[in-house]
């Protein structure tokens, strides 16, 4: 919740971040997400998918497998797919982190959201009212609205810091106490002594984070279509409003 802040209001000075650009009298288009951005962003969707479906098949179980034990092993090649996703979402994260620091401010705006200001939360009641259909659309900001820039911040930056945290800890307490996985992450199991309920926690992160997914996904295809070119903006960097 630290770090650079976009303003509340949209400024008078056009070449302001967070001010909606403006080209011949209407709504035009700026540059929001740099490439690291958009190359996160396409990686980590595809870690995240491989991590859903890897991590609900070793919480449920796969159907049984004909023949010898010894001679099947798709449950390890589904742990070791876990695993390996998880690597590539954990060291994402701190790259992503990285470029929070280093990037623009929109960078920043999923891991600082000023939740002391009243103009804040009711930005965010104004943009629920447009998502609810019952309003006309808010003012729009060149990053993230305030409503998604709230959702990002706990059901995902949260979240997944959440499941990279307790993810590496049940990797540790597998590779023995020896381990590096353990030795930084060994200290969840002083909150929950009894390893399954971290799993059952782990796995009950696995829903929030496919909440977030849905519902991240209708937002993005209804702004594309009522508002602004969101899907296109994760491609080209360039944030196209409507007039």
């Given at each position: 919740?630290?770090?650079r802040?976009m303003?509340?209001?949209a400024?008078?000075?056009?070449?302001?971040?967070?001010?909606?650009?403006?080209?011949?009298?209407?709504?035009?288009?700026?540059?929001?997400?740099?490439?690291?951005?958009?190359?996160?962003?396409?990686?980590?969707?595809?870690?995240?998918?491989?991590?859903?479906?890897?991590?609900y098949?070793?919480?449920?179980?796969?159907p049984?497998?004909?023949?010898e034990?010894?001679?099947?092993?798709l449950?390890?090649?589904?742990?070791?797919t876990?695993?390996?996703?998880?690597y590539?979402?954990?060291?994402g994260?701190?790259?992503?982190i990285?470029?929070a620091?280093m990037?623009?401010p929109?960078a920043?705006?999923?891991?600082?959201?000023?939740?002391?200001?009243?103009?804040?939360?009711?930005?965010?009641?104004?943009?629920?009212?447009?998502?609810?259909?019952?309003?006309v659309e808010?003012d729009r900001?060149?990053g993230h609205n305030?409503?998604?820039?709230?959702?990002?911040?706990?059901?995902?930056?949260?979240?997944i810091?959440?499941?990279?945290v307790?993810?590496?800890?049940?990797?540790?307490?597998?590779a023995?106490?020896?381990?590096?996985?353990?030795?930084?992450?060994?200290w969840v199991?002083?909150?929950?002594?009894?390893?399954q309920?971290?799993h059952?926690?782990?796995?009950?992160?696995l829903w929030v984070?496919?909440?977030f997914?849905?519902?991240?996904?209708?937002?993005?295809?209804?702004?594309?279509?009522?508002?602004?070119?969101?899907?296109?903006?994760?491609?080209?960097?360039?944030?196209?409003?409507r007039?």
């Amino acid at each position: 919740m630290f770090g650079r802040d976009m303003p509340d209001k949209a400024p008078q000075n056009p070449a302001a971040v967070d001010a909606p650009p403006t080209v011949g009298g209407g709504r035009g288009a700026a540059y929001v997400y740099e490439a690291p951005v958009r190359l996160w962003h396409w990686v980590n969707a595809a870690a995240i998918l491989v991590l859903g479906v890897t991590g609900y098949l070793i919480g449920t179980g796969t159907p049984a497998m004909p023949g010898e034990a010894s001679g099947n092993f798709l449950f390890g090649y589904i742990r070791f797919t876990h695993f390996s996703a998880g690597y590539v979402l954990g060291v994402g994260f701190l790259l992503r982190i990285y470029w929070a620091l280093m990037g623009n401010p929109h960078a920043m705006q999923i891991f600082c959201v000023p939740l002391w200001r009243s103009c804040f939360w009711r930005e965010v009641y104004d943009e629920m009212r447009w998502y609810a259909f019952l309003a006309v659309e808010p003012d729009r900001r060149v990053g993230h609205n305030r409503l998604a820039q709230l959702a990002m911040f706990f059901m995902f930056t949260q979240t997944i810091t959440f499941m990279i945290v307790t993810g590496f800890a049940l990797y540790g307490q597998g590779a023995g106490r020896d381990s590096w996985q353990y030795r930084l992450f060994g200290w969840v199991f002083a909150i929950w002594p009894n390893s399954q309920d971290v799993h059952t926690w782990h796995h009950l992160g696995l829903w929030v984070v496919v909440t977030f997914a849905l519902v991240h996904i209708y937002a993005v295809i209804r702004e594309d279509i009522m508002s602004e070119r969101s899907i296109s903006s994760m491609i080209s960097g360039q944030r196209q409003f409507r007039d």
